[in-house]
């Protein structure tokens, strides 16, 4: 598949989906694994940000909901930054929102509203992943 004029192959990418809600990250892991993607999800952000301190470099993306009971979304994604910043790298961090106020400024490659659409998500996952 070609995305921003670079071929990026969706069965060959990690991804981790961190969302509190046991039906979206069903949901998603479902769909994204349909498509060829390897998949693993977390239920809050503190076990994603003990994941990702022991995987650095597994996941080629980092889909997170904002709005999470303890370590939401933004602070995952500050946990993420980094990360990054000390393997001189960067984690392509997509935010998922069902609110109408979207996060400004955080540092999130793309934020997807829920309820996605779903032939709308590959590409758009697959596009923070090309740009960065």
């Known amino acids: 598949m070609k ?55 597994r996941f080629d993306a980092v889909l997170v909901d904002i709005q999470m009971p303890g370590l939401n979304g933004c602070e995952l994604l500050r946990h993420i930054r980094d990360l990054d910043a000390k393997a001189h790298q960067h984690t392509p961090v997509l935010a998922l929102t069902g609110t109408t106020e979207l996060p400004t400024n955080q540092g999130f490659d793309a934020i997807l509203r829920k309820p996605f659409q779903f032939d709308n998500l590959v590409p758009r996952i697959l596009a923070a992943i090309t740009l960065s």
């Open 3 to 57: 995305v921003a004029g670079k071929t990026c192959d969706q069965r060959a990418l990690n991804m981790l989906v961190v969302d509190d809600n046991e039906g979206v990250l069903t949901v998603l892991e479902r769909y994204l694994s349909g498509q060829g993607l390897l998949v693993e999800t977390c239920r809050d952000g503190l076990s994603a940000a003990d994941l990702l301190c022991g995987a650095r470099g």
